[in-house]
């Protein structure tokens, strides 16, 4: 009998001893695994900000101020929160984009692993979808790109925005070492953002100030090594060195993947068209490697004077408008050529086929259509919302549908192929580019009225306030 219930009692007792420590591991695993950018129903967001800090805000739209931020339920106080972006600055009132550096006052320095929270106003987009969509394209194809989700944010500021429903919004993660260390064998290279307009790979964008030659104007330096020899090494290739000089110091082939789904889908406001928008990365000592970034206006909405056709039907044998010195570079090379070809017709069977983009932007439409309706003052009539899903319609459904269809009908036509594999890319303006209303460097998307960061150096300055310059 006492045989028997020994071994009992003694499992019993294991089994209490146990429990405790197999909960709290559950516990910290759950805690630590939280996904800020998982797909799901958009999150809750506030940004709580006194009516002092605000009205400082809008004298200073670009320096932190201080704000609390209240994530599903959880505050976090010492944020400090500023708008961000170039045309998304000019929404309507407090329509805007912000970025939240969550310790800049000395608060909580993370939200489950995220320092930094970059919440972008679909401004332009009835869709909601474009940037949402467009970075998990880039997850699917492969290409290391920052994670998104979208978000309900609502803007807290006692008699001036009393709980305020700001909307959907896309939340972007930070390109910054965190990322870089989840991506690459190391996260100590020098991290650059192409910032500007015109093309900072190219002569052209040397000038003087002050006497001095600005040989690295177009790039901000935002991790490592401030304008070190990495990007002189590249933008010397790029300008006088030969093919071997450029491989040594250039990914060719992430490039070309980069640059085939970006012209795929049809965004102009990259390195391709504006010549601004993303960041070089130097891993491996002083190769570059380019990560997308700003897919605000992919699918179309950034137009540079085109019509929506004119969009639909951006050649894929000429991915850039105007010449830029590195695509001529990279496409001046036949056997890059054709590996440029290679990754069109992988993607469009793949990551970026017609039934796989529309199936994205079905679900994120789905996910987000609640919130949609219950906006207070939506900038986007309701209509056009609904409508993004028609294919046959003028949305972002029906642009990438007869974007898909032109490109498909592009790579089989064997005589436009031969000829682009066997002299390169069309130099200078094409026709379409020659004969279209409003052609040439459009206006500066947002108003210049001495804005802090008018300076690149000071754009995305995240510094504590002891800091600044």
């Not at 970025?99 to 332009?124: A, D, E, I, R």
């Not at 994670?147 to 709980?163: E, F």
């Not at 199936?359 to 259509?369: E, L, S, T, V």
Request: proline share 5%; hydrophobic share 35%.
């Amino acid at each position: 009998m006492k045989t028997r219930i020994a071994p009992a009692l003694l499992l019993v007792f294991g089994l209490l001893a146990s429990a405790p420590a197999v909960a709290q591991k559950t516990t910290k695993k759950k805690t630590e695994n939280v996904n800020l950018f998982a797909a799901g129903k958009p999150a809750a967001v506030t940004l709580a900000v006194t009516k002092a800090n605000w009205e400082r805000l809008q004298r200073n739209p670009f320096i932190f101020t201080e704000a609390s931020v209240i994530y599903e339920g959880r505050k976090l106080e010492g944020a400090g929160v500023r708008y961000k972006g170039n045309s998304t600055f000019g929404g309507r009132g407090p329509h805007k984009s912000f970025k939240v550096n969550l310790g800049y006052f000395g608060g909580t320095k993370k939200l489950h692993g995220q320092s930094t929270l970059n919440l972008h106003h679909p401004f332009k987009d009835p869709s909601r979808v474009r940037e949402v969509v467009s970075y998990e394209v880039f997850a699917e194809a492969g290409i290391k790109a920052p994670r998104a989700t979208h978000v309900t944010l609502t803007l807290s500021v006692p008699g001036i925005h009393d709980d305020f429903n700001l909307g959907v919004y896309s939340l972007v993660e930070q390109v910054d070492k965190k990322f870089l260390g989840a991506h690459y064998s190391d996260n100590d290279g020098d991290l650059f953002k192409i910032e500007g307009v015109g093309d900072p790979f190219g002569e052209s964008r040397q000038r003087r100030r002050g006497g001095q030659r600005q040989p690295y104007e177009g790039f901000i330096s935002k991790e490592g090594s401030a304008r070190g020899p990495a990007l002189s090494y590249l933008l010397e290739a790029v300008r006088r060195g030969d093919d071997g000089d450029l491989e040594k110091h250039l990914d060719v082939e992430s490039f070309l993947h980069w640059l085939a789904a970006n012209h795929i889908l049809a965004n102009l406001d990259s390195y391709t068209g504006m010549g601004h928008n993303g960041y070089i990365y130097a891993f491996e000592k002083n190769h570059f490697t380019f990560i997308p970034w700003d897919m605000n206006e992919a699918f179309g909405k950034f137009t540079y004077g085109r019509s929506q056709a004119q969009m639909e039907g951006l050649d894929i044998f000429r991915p850039f408008i105007r010449n830029k010195a590195l695509i001529d570079r990279v496409l001046g090379n036949k056997s890059w050529r054709t590996l440029y070809l290679e990754k069109v017709r992988s993607l469009m069977k793949g990551a970026c086929s017609e039934k796989n983009i529309i199936a994205k932007i079905q679900a994120a439409n789905k996910r987000i259509g609640a919130a949609v309706r219950a906006e207070e003052q939506p900038e986007h009539p309701l209509a056009e919302f609904d409508g993004s899903l028609d294919t046959g319609g003028r949305g972002i459904a029906g642009f990438a549908t007869r974007r898909a269809r032109f490109i498909h009908r592009q790579l089989a036509d064997k005589g436009a192929v031969a000829d682009f594999l066997a002299k390169g890319p069309q130099r200078g303006e094409s026709f379409d580019e020659r004969r279209e209303p409003g052609r040439g460097r459009p206006a500066f998307p947002f108003p210049r009225r001495g804005r802090p960061d008018d300076e690149p150096e000071r754009r995305d300055d995240d510094r504590r306030p002891g800091r600044r310059p």
